[in-house]
C-alpha cells in the first residue's frame, strides 16, 4: 500500500513539474486557478514605520502575488514611481531582476536603505552571481524610461500618485475631517510628496493625464511582447469641485489602450477589513465609502 501512494505522488509530482515547464509563469494548474479569483482581501498588511513616511502604499503580499501571477523567476520587473520600494523587495525576495525609478529624494533615500536592510537580512554575497539584482534610479520617470531597452520589461507593477488629489485631501484632513475616523481609527496619513513640478503629484488632472499617456507610450515600447503592466489606483471624489466621482483607474486604462496595450483584466482589492465606515455626505446627499482599489491589468500583444 505503501508503494502504491509513493507511486501515485510521483506521478502527481511529476505532472506538476511538466505543467511548470509548459506556463509562463512557472505555476501549476492549481495555483494557476487559485490565484484568478478577481476581489482580493487578503492582502492587506498594517503599514510600517517607512509606509507612514509615504502615505500611500501598497503591500509586500499584493505585489508576491501579481509578480508571481504575471512574471517568471529571473524576468525583469519595473516600478517607475518606487516610493519606498516595496516592488523591488517583492520582485527580489521572488527572484526576479528589478529596476526601480523615483524623483523624490526621500523616498530614493528610503528604497535604497529598505533594500539594503533586506540584502542583510539575507546574508546577501555580492560575489552572488545568481542572485537576481536591482537597478535603482533617481529622476523623472519620463526620461529615465528612455534609456531602458526595447522590449526588455516583463512586468510593470506600480502605483502612480493621483494627481493633485493629495494637496486636497492634506486641505479636508486639516480642516473638515481632522477628527474623523479616516485621521484617528484608518491610521491615514497623507503627505504631499514635493514641490517639482515634475511630479504627477502636483498636476492638474488634465496634465496629469497627458503625462501618464507620455509614460505608457515609453512603457509599451520597453516591455516585451506578451508582457503586463498593472497599475494599482484608486478612484476618488472631488465634491468641492462638483465631481461626484472620478474613475481614475477606467482613465488609467485608458491611456494604456492609446499607447497599444490590450485592457487585460481588472481586479478589485477590498480593503474593507481594515478601514473603519465614515459618514459621508449626512443628511443631504448619500456617498458609499472608497474602501477599495483597481487592479488595472494591461498587456502587451504578442
Not at 505555476?27 to 492582502?43: G, P, T
Not at 531602458?148 to 512586468?155: C, K
Not at 484608518?186 to 496634465?207: C, F, P, Q, V
Amino acid at each position: 500500500m505503501t508503494d502504491t501512494i509513493n507511486i501515485d505522488n510521483g506521478k502527481n509530482e511529476l505532472k506538476i513539474q511538466e505543467q511548470r515547464k509548459k506556463s509562463f509563469n512557472g505555476l501549476c494548474a492549481s495555483e494557476w486557478a487559485s490565484l484568478s479569483r478577481s476581489v482580493w482581501n487578503d492582502v492587506s498588511s498594517a503599514r510600517a514605520k517607512k509606509h507612514l513616511n509615504h502615505g500611500a502604499t501598497y503591500p509586500e503580499k499584493l505585489c508576491d502575488r501579481v509578480i508571481s501571477m504575471y512574471s517568471n523567476q529571473k524576468d525583469v520587473i519595473l516600478d517607475p514611481f518606487m516610493g519606498t520600494g516595496t516592488t523591488i523587495i517583492s520582485a527580489l525576495k521572488n527572484k526576479r531582476e528589478a529596476i526601480g525609478i523615483e524623483l523624490t529624494d526621500r523616498f530614493y533615500n528610503i528604497s535604497i536603505a529598505s533594500i539594503n536592510e533586506y540584502m542583510e537580512s539575507i546574508k546577501f554575497n555580492l560575489f552572488n552571481k545568481d542572485y537576481p539584482k536591482s537597478n535603482l534610479i533617481q529622476g523623472d520617470c519620463c526620461e529615465v524610461l528612455k534609456n531602458i531597452a526595447n522590449n526588455s520589461i516583463q512586468l510593470t507593477l506600480t502605483s502612480p500618485p493621483y494627481a493633485d488629489l493629495i494637496h486636497k485631501v492634506v486641505k479636508d484632513r486639516a480642516k473638515t475631517h481632522k477628527n474623523s475616523y479616516f485621521v484617528t481609527q484608518n491610521n491615514a496619513t497623507t503627505n504631499i510628496y514635493s514641490d517639482d513640478e515634475r511630479d504627477l503629484g502636483n498636476m492638474s488632472l488634465k496634465k496629469y493625464l497627458e503625462k501618464v499617456e507620455e509614460i505608457m507610450q515609453e512603457l509599451f515600447r520597453v516591455t516585451r511582447p506578451g508582457g503586463y503592466n498593472a497599475w494599482v489606483v484608486k478612484d476618488y471624489r472631488d465634491t468641492k469641485n462638483k465631481i461626484p466621482y472620478v474613475d481614475l483607474h477606467s482613465k488609467i486604462a485608458n491611456a494604456g489602450q492609446k499607447a497599444g496595450f490590450l485592457y487585460h483584466d481588472l481586479i478589485i482589492w477590498d480593503q474593507n477589513q481594515h478601514r473603519k465606515l465614515v459618514l459621508l455626505g449626512f443628511p443631504s446627499v448619500f456617498y458609499v465609502n472608497q474602501n477599495h482599489s483597481y487592479i488595472v491589468i494591461m498587456r502587451k500583444p504578442k
